[in-house]
């Protein structure tokens, strides 16, 4: 069974994106959730996982921040990071992207956006 | 300030429309502060705009409107709905909101920052004139939004062309 970290201040957020991750086809999925980047850099260094999705704007530790943690870390670099915020528009999502990120999704999510963005990477996740 | 104002009205009915549709299958129609007075109780959240420009964002809507959009997220039955998800869920929308608000309003290339979203106390509210406010309806439920910002011109400056 493979799994998928989400990170998100917001339980409604962290919701709605494991129900369109569900909805998409990943519902065998082991789903672990987290309310900030530190919660969720835990998380990824405890179990292999193989897909991380993440809000920007969370306290504690911020998307951009847990962004730069996975890509320096050598057992982390090639984890996909899908970013999903209310904060990006082109020349946010292109830094990001720069900065490693696997996509970057606008808020509100749906699975359609999703599932065109994580084709490339779908048939892995679902094992 | 009118060109701001038509701006700001235009694009805040789309992005609301927008965000409430997607959120939680509900359309907004553009109402008058008469439509909204409810003798039910609103939450209030509100969120801050850090870059470019310094504003302030609330969002105010019934308490009634947000158990029901709860209801529908999570499936919920009535006496399921705890108070820590209808705050959760308009802390949401506000974040969502004022994203695709300042994306609408900013040219591509203009990066902008926002911080968290909070629910906003009785002494929060923004009770002075704002610069901006509208008044809308979601399944007959009031939906205001206020906007106050440092620097108007500042932000009229910045639109997109």
New interface residues.
Partial sequence: MKRIVIAD?????R??IRRCLEIIGLQDATFEEAENGREALALVKKTATDLLVSDL???IMDGEALLQWVKASPKLVDLPVLII????????SE?LREMGAFAVI?????PAILSEVLAPLLDNVKG | MERLQAVLQEKLTEVLDETFGSMAFLGVCEASAADCATAGSLREAQLLVTEPVLMELHLATSEALLRQMVETLYNFDADQIEEHLINDLLAEILNTLAGRLMTALLPEQQTFALSLPELASEEERLDDKPLFEAFYLADDEPVIVRLQASGPQALLNLLQP
């Fill in positions: 201040d917001s339980g409604t957020a919701m709605m704007n969370m306290p915020t209310s904060a990006g528009n082109p020349a946010k830094q606008n808020k509100p999510i749906n």
